[in-house]
């Protein structure tokens, strides 16, 4: 360090020592946290089923804050009805935190009679993505995606292709 006297190299050198426990401090405790959760699933082959009035969890991810913070869900996904019968129907998208009421993010309709009889298609498919933003204290915190058939009596809605993810956001 030219140009500085003895005391000020000492005052300079305390100075950079203290920002770097600073720094290895912050980088520990970032490495306890839970950041950043999320779930892909790119097997056609990977289908859950939902119908009636029966809620199905369709994922569920877990992040673990050390501060109070915001977390970001989003999700996306399609529901398909495989046969015209019982429909047209409804699919409602919700996301819980923590097993406490469900908010409702979007609602679908999906199993028009007129895709199978007038465009030809062998059945109905729609997207159900959605996002939400939770804010939560320090500590563990799970989110559930939750989606429920709330109209039409089709036992043939088919969710494919689920992916979600949880990112915690600072405040």
Known sequence: MPGLNRHQRIRCSVF????AVC?????????????????N?????VTTFVSDAETVEVSKLTVEPSVSSKVLIQ???TVSAESAD??????????????????????????????????????DRQAL????????????????????QVSGSSKKLEINYPNAQAMVFGN
């Open 75 to 77: 999700f996306s996904s």
């Open 16 to 19: 950079a020592l203290g920002a």
């Open 23 to 39: 720094l290895l401090e912050t980088v520990s405790a970032l490495a306890d946290e839970k950041t950043f959760d999320y779930l």
């Open 86 to 123: 019982g429909c047209p129907c409804s699919v409602r998208a919700m996301v819980s935190m923590d097993g406490g009421e469900p908010r409702i993010v979007k609602r679908i309709n999906v199993g028009s009679p007129a895709v199978v009889s007038l465009q030809k298609y062998p059945f």
């Open 41 to 45: 699933t790119t097997s056609s082959h």
């Open 129 to 148: 993505d959605g996002s939400s933003v939770f804010e939560v204290t320090p500590g563990k915190h799970t989110f559930s995606i939750l989606f429920k």
